[in-house]
């Protein structure tokens, strides 16, 4: 079974109620086994001067060397304000088939989230998570709006989806594991 480590690599204390709802959700979403993982270590040297903001490529890349050798995957949940190159920020972002994602609940916990509690931003979270792992075995962005995989760049299309993936989804993740883990597990 694909292994996935969760790390909070924020600033912040964590927030464990809602790292333990993005455990639960990896594992009943993707059929992986999820842990947490409590660790100090955080991403050095990913902040940008110029635009204010923490680089997803440098976290990345960090990650993927930080991750522990059991985990496939790892997920890192972060409080910084993330940005690539080419978009004004990002609620995440993944390697694409690869081993490294990351998801931040600095634009997830917006004025709004705040006044209807803790229920809408933690579903927030869990759905950005599990979207972020998603591209990890190669899923590409889902036109089922209602899928976890569907594109999100605001917390409307956040809200409009579902924590799970879509049967299309759910068939090429089937497919991808039986490619990526062959008959060893
Ligand atoms: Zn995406
Ligand atoms: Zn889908």
Redesign the pocket.
């Given at each position: 079974m694909v292994q996935v480590a969760i790390w909070w690599i924020g600033a912040a204390a964590p927030d464990e109620d809602a790292l333990e709802a993005v455990r639960a959700q990896a594992e009943r979403a993707l059929g992986v086994h999820a842990r947490l993982l409590h660790s100090p270590g955080r991403p050095v040297d990913t902040f940008d001067v110029y635009r204010q903001q923490h680089s997803t490529e440098r976290i990345l890349r960090w990650l993927d060397i930080a991750r522990p050798r059991q985990a496939h995957k790892i997920l890192g949940v972060s409080d910084a304000d993330l940005f690539t190159p080419v978009l004004a920020f990002v609620f995440g972002e993944a390697q694409l088939g690869g081993a490294a994602a990351v998801v931040s609940t600095a634009r997830l916990a917006a004025p709004e989230a705040v006044a209807h509690g803790a229920g809408p931003f933690r579903a927030r979270l869990v759905k950005e998570a599990i979207?972020?792992l998603g591209?990890t075995f190669g899923l590409i962005?889902c036109a089922h709006r209602t899928c976890v995989m569907a594109?999100s760049a605001n917390l409307a299309q956040v809200d409009a989806k579902d924590d799970l993936l879509c049967h299309d989804c759910l068939v090429r993740l089937r497919e991808a594991n039986h490619r990526g883990h062959g008959d060893h597990d």
């Open positions: 979207h972020e591209h962005h594109r």
